[in-house]
């Protein structure tokens, strides 16, 4: 996992991304939805995946492209890398397809990285507090 920034907005955000970084595990847990079908066996709609019907869209992408450059020392330019020519209704039919294949282990994944950073803000926090706190105690002091 690479380091990164974090880029929380405020606590309210943090707390709605570790919410959901548990549903994303409980809702992709191997078990979940098996247990949840034989429970509610007059549940006979279900379905889940990445692009199968935005009119129950948990979340949408309003782009996504994918973007490969290089360039070279002495040249402050750069140029397209792959130079595949895609044809882009197949390529993103077959993207979709390839999401839907792997829907568990990418949620999961992203069910990862949502906790790893919602991590690094609660570090964050935690080291601001223990900062105000010395300097709550230092001026505290000074009133004695």
């Not at 920034?5 to 548990?22: C, F, N, Y």
């Not at 006979?44 to 360039?71: C, I, P, Q, Y």
Request: proline share 1%.
């Amino acid at each position: 996992m690479s380091d990164y920034t974090p880029k929380m907005k405020d606590i309210d955000q943090l707390k709605r991304v570790v919410a959901s970084v548990g549903r994303l595990r409980e809702f992709f847990a191997p078990e979940y939805v098996h247990e949840f079908l034989a429970e509610n066996h007059d549940c006979d709609k279900h379905g889940f995946g990445f692009n199968m019907d935005g009119r129950f869209a948990e979340t949408s992408v309003h782009k996504l492209s994918f973007d490969s450059w290089h360039g070279w020392f002495g040249n402050s330019g750069c140029t397209t890398w792959l130079h595949a020519n895609l044809d882009s209704e197949v390529f993103w039919r077959c993207f979709d397809r390839y999401l839907n294949d792997h829907v568990y282990t990418i949620m999961l994944g992203v069910a990862d990285l949502m906790k790893a950073e919602a991590q690094k803000n609660i570090e964050m926090l935690r080291a601001e507090k223990d900062r105000l706190n010395e300097l709550i105690a230092a001026l505290e002091g000074e009133k004695a």
